[in-house]
């Protein structure tokens, strides 16, 4: 096997080294920022600087993947960095006499190449390699003409040869391979296999919503409008291992027909399984081959201003007379067509209304935007379409609305999960189920409706009956008795409506106040500094051991104890991670300066916090809520201006007042004062936000209503 080192000096002996800075190591290690620092401090084999740029230290990229493949430190896998490595000098080699669409073409020819013969192509005649091609290819259908391309092939040739073959040691499949070529493919400059493509989430979502994995073995499966071959290479991936089935696609483009064929050749889909054409008609296929048995389609992106509605749902229609009796679709279109309010009566709302009269469609699905990364401000809608029997038609539809969730994995898990469910109850529904991201609406409430948009305007009624909506009036009654019960303890302590009196009056000229910052506060010994740690986001839960105390905590924008991690995780993954003690002080400067004082400890403070800890032996000894008060006044008058990257004075500089034993205690408790009335409101306000929110989502979903408010006119019955 060559290494990352010696493929790196054969391939480009005369490049430049790849510079990276500390920022690239991280995303290269999968670490956070601070980490390559870190790094670069403590271990002295390390990789120097090569250079400087900006006044920041620039890496030799050969030398830091050999350091991190060679320690094992960072979170990503060896082969994702020899491939990193590969993928980054074919994209140097990319030249005007070696286009992007060459380069890409001759390397994903060579990993067929090497797939197909199962033996290393590096080291040979390029000759021979054209001749093997020539073998395996006579019609020149899929891979020699991009091998006849490639210009200056006595030098060039080798070269992408070795990268073919690092590539395929560095994955565990030449298909695997093959997929990291392409999805370099805007790197590498191939904006045209990218430019429509949709993300590679949504990709594999729309492989999961189209039910792949359950239909028997020798299905036809089919994908218009291929592109790059995303969708058909996600369908296989997630079809059942041997299942036999056919695929048959097709594009305008004959260059990405044949990337096709290639693509799917290296998984083992042979020409008697594998039909690729060009063009957008797919009769001639499908007279072949058989109707299909599933269909998965991304329509063609078309700008708002030239788009017709009814021209989009006319493709959609197109693809569903190819559709037999169990057959099903998944169509992913513009949401202003498939989903939004069209004009009542108009001729795309007609047509878009018999899609429900037929029974055909089954599921409807709002999607975020960013579901085409070329397309930002492109809002897409997939639906689920199957031709059922008339006499097996139940009149159902599914409706998901996730235009407001973020496009991740789990999410969309969900929602597959949902559909999957929903297919295999026949359309009907699942008593046993109800959809997380769905509703199930009679189709005849859409339809009766012209011009309407296909999203649900209410809960299912089966809904009501869902545990959070049942408690609904019982945690409302929580809360009105939690109020009462703050009320009744405030008295006790603090009277609300009496006036707070601080008793302050100007200081006397001839007693002037001594001053002092943190930095000294530190070398007289009467504070020790603590640093915060670095958690990692996704251990961070709203149901854990301990309260986490961050920048969003310190600054207002989380409430205190919403963010909370797993004791056994800390003690495991943090295992030199410190609480927090009560009385520290919790500091942060960014993204703006924050200080909170931690009155009951066993906390744990998240990076960049940090903590400053009173030394009970200091003398005079530091009350911590003085000094929070403190510094939060000194760091109002030295704020971050605009563009600056920090404020202009950092927290151990601050000038602060260095008050005497008396006037501190007399200080300290005017803001026991404050803070008890504060701390009374706080619990008060969030009981009555909670009362707020709990019950306009029941009077929003129509599960709550409202009776006799005594005292309030208008509200008897």
Aim: proline share 7%; glycine share 6%; hydrophobic share 40%.
């Amino acid at each position: 096997m060559t290494s990352a080192r010696g493929a790196a000096a054969l391939v480009v002996p005369e490049e430049p080294a790849w510079r990276i800075t500390y920022t690239e190591i991280a995303s290269l290690a999968q670490v956070k920022r601070p980490v390559p620092t870190t790094w670069s401090r403590r271990h002295p084999d390390f990789p120097a600087p090569i250079a400087h740029e900006d006044g920041r230290p620039v890496f030799d990229a050969r030398a830091v993947v050999d350091w991190l493949t060679d320690t094992g430190r960072g979170n990503a896998d060896p082969r994702h960095l020899r491939a990193e490595l590969a993928l980054h000098t074919l994209a140097a080699w990319r030249t005007p006499t070696l286009p992007a669409s060459v380069l890409v073409g001759a390397l994903t020819a060579l990993l067929c190449v090497r797939q197909q013969y199962d033996a290393p192509v590096a080291g040979q005649d390029w000759d021979a390699l054209v001749a093997k091609a020539a073998e395996l290819d006579a019609e020149d259908q899929f891979l020699l003409a991009e091998l006849r391309a490639v210009a200056a092939p006595d030098t060039t040739g080798p070269t992408l040869a070795v990268l073919a073959d690092e590539l395929i040691e560095a994955a565990y499949t030449p298909a695997e391979a093959f997929d990291w070529v392409l999805e370099a493919r805007q790197r590498l400059g191939s904006h045209d296999l990218a430019v429509d493509q949709p993300a590679p989430v949504v990709v594999r979502a729309l492989a999961a919503l189209s039910g792949i994995d359950t239909l028997r073995e020798e299905s036809v499966v089919v994908t218009p409008h291929a592109r790059a071959g995303d969708l058909l290479a996600a369908l296989h991936d997630r079809a059942a291992e041997d299942s036999g089935h056919t695929y048959l696609a097709a594009d305008p483009d004959p260059a990405r027909v044949r990337l096709v064929r290639r693509r799917m050749l290296v998984r083992g889909v042979y020409e008697f399984n594998l039909d690729a054409v060009e063009g957008a008609d797919l009769s001639a296929s499908v007279d072949e081959w058989g109707y299909p048995d599933l269909l998965v389609c991304a329509l063609p992106y078309e700008a708002a201003e030239t788009r017709r509605p009814e021209a989009v749902l006319e493709q959609v229609q197109a693809l569903t007379d190819y559709l037999e009796a169990g057959s099903t679709a998944v169509v992913l279109g513009p949401a202003d067509v498939l989903v939004r309010p069209l004009r009542q009566h108009g001729e795309a709302d007609r047509l878009r209304r018999s899609f429900l009269g037929e029974g055909l469609l089954k599921a409807v699905v709002s999607l975020p935007d960013g579901a085409m990364p070329y397309r930002p401000g492109y809002r897409t809608a997939v639906w689920v379409l199957s031709r059922t029997p008339q006499e097996e038609r139940v009149g159902r539809v599914l409706l998901a609305d996730l235009s407001a969730r973020p496009l991740t994995q789990p999410v969309l898990d969900t929602l597959a999960e949902d559909i999957a469910i929903w297919r295999a109850s026949g359309w009907r529904g699942d008593r046993r189920h109800d959809p997380r991201h769905g509703v199930i609406v009679p189709a005849k409430e859409l339809d009766d409706h012209p011009g309407a948009a296909f999203t649900a305007s209410r809960r299912p009624y089966e809904a009501r009956y869902a545990r959070a909506v049942v408690e609904r009036p019982a945690r409302i009654s929580d809360l009105e008795q939690r109020l009462a019960d703050l009320q009744r303890q405030s008295r006790p302590h603090v009277d609300l409506r009496a006036a707070t009196r601080i008793q302050a009056v100007l200081r006397p000229e001839d007693q002037p106040v001594r001053r002092t910052t943190v930095r000294r506060l530190l070398e007289e010994r009467r504070l020790r500094r603590r640093p915060g740690h670095r958690i990692a986001p996704e251990h961070l839960t709203a149901d854990g051991h301990y309260a986490v105390l961050g920048p969003d905590e310190i600054l207002g924008t989380a409430r205190l104890g919403s963010r909370r991690i797993d004791r056994g995780l800390l003690l495991t993954a943090y295992e030199h991670a410190q609480f927090t003690e009560p009385g520290d002080v919790v500091v942060t400067t960014s993204p703006r300066f924050g200080v909170h004082v931690d009155t009951e400890g066993l906390s744990v403070v998240a990076a960049p916090a940090r903590i400053l800890r009173v030394r009970p032996d200091g003398d005079p000894r530091v009350r911590p809520r003085v000094l929070a008060a403190l510094l939060q006044a000194a760091a109002a008058e030295h704020t971050r201006t605009s563009g600056a990257v920090r404020a202009s004075r950092g927290i151990e500089d601050l000038d602060i007042p260095d008050l005497g034993r008396e006037e501190t205690e007399r200080y300290d408790a005017a803001l026991d004062e404050i803070e008890l009335r504060a701390t009374l409101l706080r619990e008060q306000s969030a009981a009555l936000d909670d009362l707020t929110r709990i019950t306009a989502a029941g009077l929003t979903d129509g599960t709550l209503t409202i009776q006799n408010l005594p005292g309030l006119p208008g509200t008897d019955d």
